[in-house]
């Protein structure tokens, strides 16, 4: 396994994502071979989502200190498209957590850049009104609450509207949201309001090979989880615990985006379940189906006649 396999294998498996799992299958069919060393089988297939945005080399990450915004300060530079007075923040492709750039890298949006994008937008006089225009299956946990909660206080204080082009799914459907008002495609779909953790036990794969795998620890309960044992009832539950209580966290921070539209217990009523526009509008998940760039030019209208 190349290095660059290992980070991508250390962000896949065994750790909360925010995901449609279609996504998650179109990951594993696409590199799960290469990041395993042999074919992968998915016995429960439900047809999987090949969904890229963008393909570019992808900068460094690094939050603290608020570089993004520095930059872009320093330079007089608003980090967005602007077209009378809206702001146009893009969340596209797969969300990651860090990352230093603005956009759509490698088919990866990063939660940072999304974070400098919306203080940027709060701060400015130039900017009375901010559309995100969402097409995302979702992402990684860490760095999506947060995300979450910044787009919140931006629609608080300034009209916002996520307009989709496509589809907002988990992580991409909880940055939806929690703008004022969300605006989805005939065909296009929201919801998988749920979290999943992928853990690939490749110890029968060892067994057939004939390696016998040793693994010595200074703890227990080190190394528990890895790919290479079977996975332990006790790290199951703790994992399953993990993901109930992150969706259950997931379910109050639409509630609340939705302010009145739809409430907590409807929310865990669907069950993560992935839903076309007709019924993400009977679910008040969505607002309108409507043309993404009628929804766009009316928008922009309304705010400047405001």
């Not at 703890?219 to 199951?236: F, T, V």
Request: hydrophobic share 45%.
């Amino acid at each position: 396994m190349s290095f660059r396999y290992g980070h991508i294998a250390q962000r896949l498996f065994d750790t909360p994502l925010l995901y449609d799992a279609r996504k998650a299958e179109a990951f594993l069919h696409g590199l799960g071979g290469r990041i395993a060393g042999d074919t992968i089988v998915i016995t429960n297939a439900e047809g999987a989502a090949d969904h890229v945005a963008g393909a570019d080399g992808r900068p460094l990450a690094g939050k603290l200190g608020g570089r993004i915004e520095r930059a872009y300060t320093c330079a007089n530079l608003l980090p967005f498209d602007m077209i009378d007075n809206v702001a146009i923040i893009p969340v596209e492709g797969s969300l990651v957590h860090k990352g230093g750039w603005i956009g759509a890298s490698s088919g990866e949006t990063s939660y940072q850049g999304l974070q400098a994008q919306i203080a940027l937008a709060r701060q400015s006089s130039a900017v009375r009104g901010v559309v995100f225009e969402v097409d995302s299956y979702g992402g990684e946990v860490n760095g999506g609450f947060e995300t979450a909660g910044a787009i919140a206080r931006l629609s608080r204080e300034k009209p916002t509207i996520a307009i989709l082009t496509d589809f907002a799914y988990s992580a991409g459907y909880m940055l939806a949201s929690q703008a004022r008002s969300i605006v989805a495609p005939k065909y296009g779909g929201a919801g998988s309001i749920g979290v999943i953790i992928v853990h690939a036990d490749r110890s029968g794969e060892l067994e057939q090979k004939g390696i016998q795998l040793t693994i010595i620890r200074a703890g227990k309960k080190k190394a528990d989880g890895n790919p290479w044992e079977p996975l332990g009832a006790e790290m199951a539950a703790r994992w399953q615990a993990l993901v109930e209580t992150m969706r259950e966290e997931f379910a109050a921070t639409v509630a609340a985006g939705r302010r009145g539209r739809t409430t907590k217990a409807r929310v865990m009523a669907t069950e993560a379940e992935a839903f076309e526009a007709p019924e993400a509008l009977a679910r008040g998940l969505v607002d309108a189906i409507g043309d993404p760039l009628e929804a766009f030019d009316a928008f922009v209208k309304e705010v400047n006649r405001s």
